[in-house]
């Protein structure tokens, strides 16, 4: 995520040893060394205040400065404390000497700007036309903290999940919502197979070193945990990679000073043994395609905290995998989904990724902050050929929606302007012409009913056309109007039904 990614690589990068004697020693402190093991952020990407305030103290936390008035354990509670102790993130003594440490936080100030310019969005934006809005009210609570959501289109079903652990579903025939069960956390995934039901529970759903997730499944009144101590879980895959019958099961660890990728594979007995391929922070998304045509599905990650990055894990014997690192971003960026889908029709899958989450320290409108296409080379380089702007972008949805035969784009932001744009909350781009990347857009006007926080898309209608479904996080990630957080908490909106209008 963007304030912590900035510290993360920041940090590491100043353990590096350089001999530079042309360039000033700040010069080589912050670009140089940087420069050496990630993408450097742009000093100019946050304004002086951000740096002094917010990433600066915690930077010197990382690095072994450590001060009363920037404690990383400040507030925590004895066992979380130990937990961060336990990460290594923060040395119990400094690994920079206090006159380089000056002569950076002296450099970085310097150089940063007083404020960021949020670069208006100038591309037209029309209201909603290619979809019907049907509001969706699911209980009689006012407000809504939905974690979780999935079109069940076995059942004709949606799928919710919230911060509390309830799970429901939204029966499409009967317009009538059943609860299925309480699981205590909030919920990141969910699928019932007969009387069956899988979930994944995040724990503690505020970042945080205990982990305290579980994957588990529950028959009637009998619950079977499958895995537990997972660590802030916040996406989950079940697919049976090498085709012996049995699914194994994919879990993005978000984490948060630490996370990684875990794969639980099913043993003779049934009992599930776990394997970790990728230990990095921010794992947020997966997807099982057989990416470089060896007849095994392969692994696509995205990472969005610390090193943010989309990683190609491709698949070998045993379960095995070699690990590609095919693109990386910025870390300021805040990293938040991706689509592979083939953009152009040459045959390869393209990425699709968005970035804008918002909610940590450096709250400000980032003119970075978009959707981004990614064209592969056909033998799987990436390179980004069209940027979108839309601050605070972080869900995306390829699909032809209009069905003409290209990819239009279907955007929620969780962080727009809300002051200037918060209709932008949802942008649906129609694509006009692939090759020119001309796009027609509209947006959601009613900013009244939610904070629209997840989305999915599949036919509900059974017309032919695919059709989205969106539900509320009226939760207070960062600041917003005073008149949208009374409307969304005297809000009985709990999902909002997007009918395509095609057919």
């Not at 952020?41 to 001060?67: C, F, Q, S, Y």
């Not at 939204?170 to 990141?188: G, M, R, V």
């Not at 379960?319 to 990293?335: A, C, H, M, Q, T």
């Amino acid at each position: 995520m963007d304030f912590k990614s900035v510290i993360y690589f920041i940090s590491l990068c100043l353990i590096v040893s350089c001999n530079t004697e042309k360039r000033k020693k700040e010069v080589v402190l912050y670009k140089t060394y940087c420069a050496s093991c990630h993408i450097a952020p742009n000093i100019n990407d946050l304004p002086k205040h951000i740096w002094k305030n917010n990433v600066l103290p915690e930077m010197g936390a990382r690095l072994g400065i450590i001060t009363p008035e920037h404690h990383p354990y400040y507030k925590h509670s004895f066992d979380e404390q130990i937990a961060i102790i336990k990460t290594g993130i923060y040395p119990s003594r400094p690994i920079i000497k206090e006159e380089d440490w000056n002569l950076l936080v002296d450099y970085i100030l310097r150089m940063a700007p007083d404020s960021v310019v949020n670069n208006p969005i100038k591309i037209e934006n029309a209201e909603l036309s290619q979809f019907n809005t049907k509001p969706i009210t699911l209980d009689s609570v006012k407000g809504n903290l939905y974690t979780f959501l999935k079109i069940d289109t076995l059942h004709h079903k949606i799928l919710t999940g919230d911060r509390r652990g309830v799970l429901s579903a939204y029966n499409l025939d009967t317009q009538k919502n059943e609860l299925l069960s309480n699981f205590n956390f909030a919920i990141t995934d969910a699928r019932i197979i007969g009387d069956r039901i899988f979930v994944t529970n995040m724990g503690v759903m505020d970042p945080n070193e205990i982990p305290r997730g579980k994957a588990v499944i529950r028959n009637g009144s009998a619950t079977a945990v499958l895995q537990d101590s997972l660590h802030r879980p916040v996406h989950t895959l079940y697919t049976d990679l090498n085709n012996n019958g049995n699914e194994e099961i994919i879990i993005s660890e978000f984490g948060n000073l630490k996370g990684k990728l875990t794969l639980l594979e099913k043993d003779a007995y049934g009992f599930y043994n776990n394997k970790t391929l990728l230990n990095v922070p921010g794992t947020i998304r997966v997807i099982s395609k057989d990416v470089n045509n060896d007849g095994k599905d392969d692994l696509v990650v995205m990472a969005a905290q610390g090193d943010e990055a989309i990683y190609f894990l491709y698949q070998k014997e045993n379960l095995n995998f070699d690990i590609e690192k095919v693109l990386r971003f910025n870390p300021v960026y805040g990293s938040s989904w991706f689509e592979l889908v083939d953009y152009n029709g040459d045959g390869f899958d393209d990425i699709v990724t968005v970035n804008g989450d918002n909610a940590d320290k450096s709250i400000i409108h980032k003119p970075y902050h978009g959707m981004r296409i990614h064209l592969n080379d056909g033998t799987n380089n990436f390179k980004e050929t069209y940027f979108y702007p839309l601050n605070g972008a972080t869900r995306v949805i390829a699909n032809d929606f209009d069905k003409d035969g290209d990819v239009d784009f279907a955007l929620l932001a969780t962080f727009p302007d809300y002051e200037k744009h918060p209709d932008y909350n949802l942008v649906y781009l129609k694509n006009e012409e692939s090759a020119t990347y001309s796009f027609t857009s509209e947006h959601f006007a009613d900013t009244n009913m939610g904070r629209w926080f997840l989305m999915d898309a599949a036919d509900i209608d059974h017309d032919g056309d695919d059709d989205l479904v969106l539900s509320a996080l009226n939760y207070s990630f960062t600041p917003v109007p005073e008149y949208l957080e009374e409307a969304w908490k005297e809000s009985y909106t709990d999902l909002l039904i997007l009918e395509n209008k095609l057919h």
